[in-house]
């Protein structure tokens, strides 16, 4: 087991056990104030261009069309779902990816099978054999998905740099801004 696979098993244990009572609140607010479920699971992209489950709260309407969050219509997100993304505890179930090793707690963000620019480059710049994260260095200098060349050789300059210390760093600044 590697340094980075024991501090993610450890930290994701830690805050899933901390985090619990948010998430149970959470749940039961987004099925108070929308019909669905309250965990959202979507077919995302993972180490190697494998296809998992990723697992987050349901922060849309049920009926959202499957798409990348910055095409998505503004209008799509519940009233819960905005205060659920602004906090980042909507991300909270992907720790259960990160203990079945679909994921780390920092890295590539996973996108949708459907996202095939971003892939290519991901591809092109190596970035596909890593696991993808809850949060990367992309997310915390502001990169979203829109910008699929910008976003993947962010992604690569994260790997290139890599360490327990530059996760740290990198989980801080997606709590506490960069």
Same mark, same amino acid.
């Given at each position: 087991?590697?340094?980075?696979?024991?501090?993610?098993?450890?930290?994701?244990?830690?805050?899933?056990?901390?985090?619990?009572?948010?998430?149970?609140?959470?749940?039961?607010?987004?099925?108070?104030?929308?019909?669905?479920?309250?965990?959202?699971?979507?077919?995302?992209?993972?180490?190697?261009?494998?296809?998992?489950?990723?697992?987050?709260?349901?922060?849309?309407?049920?009926?959202?069309?499957?798409?990348?969050?910055?095409?998505?219509? !503004?209008? $799509? +997100?519940?009233?819960?779902? =905005?205060? /659920?993304?602004? %906090?980042?505890?909507?991300?909270?179930?992907?720790?259960?990816?990160?203990?079945?090793?679909?994921?780390?707690?920092?890295?590539?963000?996973?996108?949708?099978?459907?996202?095939?620019?971003?892939?290519?480059?991901?591809?092109?710049?190596?970035?596909?054999?890593?696991?993808?994260?809850?949060?990367?260095?992309?997310?915390?200098?502001?990169?979203?998905?829109?910008?699929?060349?910008?976003?993947?050789?962010?992604?690569?300059?994260?790997?290139? !740099?890599? $360490? +327990?210390?530059?996760?740290? =760093?990198? /989980?801080?600044? %997606?709590?506490?801004?960069?």
């Amino acid at each position: 087991m590697t340094a980075k696979r024991a501090f993610d098993l450890i930290i994701a244990a830690v805050m899933l056990a901390v985090t619990s009572p948010i998430v149970l609140t959470a749940m039961l607010a987004i099925r108070a104030t929308s019909p669905g479920p309250a965990i959202f699971s979507q077919p995302r992209v993972g180490r190697g261009g494998a296809v998992f489950a990723c697992h987050k709260l349901r922060t849309m309407h049920r009926n959202t069309p499957s798409l990348p969050t910055h095409e998505a219509p !503004a209008s $799509s +997100i519940t009233a819960v779902g =905005k205060v /659920l993304r602004r %906090t980042k505890i909507d991300e909270l179930p992907q720790l259960w990816n990160v203990l079945k090793g679909e994921m780390s707690l920092v890295g590539p963000r996973p996108c949708l099978p459907t996202q095939t620019e971003l892939i290519g480059h991901r591809q092109r710049l190596g970035v596909l054999p890593a696991l993808p994260g809850i949060t990367g260095l992309a997310q915390i200098k502001g990169i979203d998905m829109s910008d699929p060349s910008l976003c993947a050789e962010t992604d690569a300059a994260y790997l290139k !740099a890599a $360490s +327990i210390g530059l996760d740290v =760093k990198i /989980l801080i600044g %997606t709590f506490y801004g960069a």
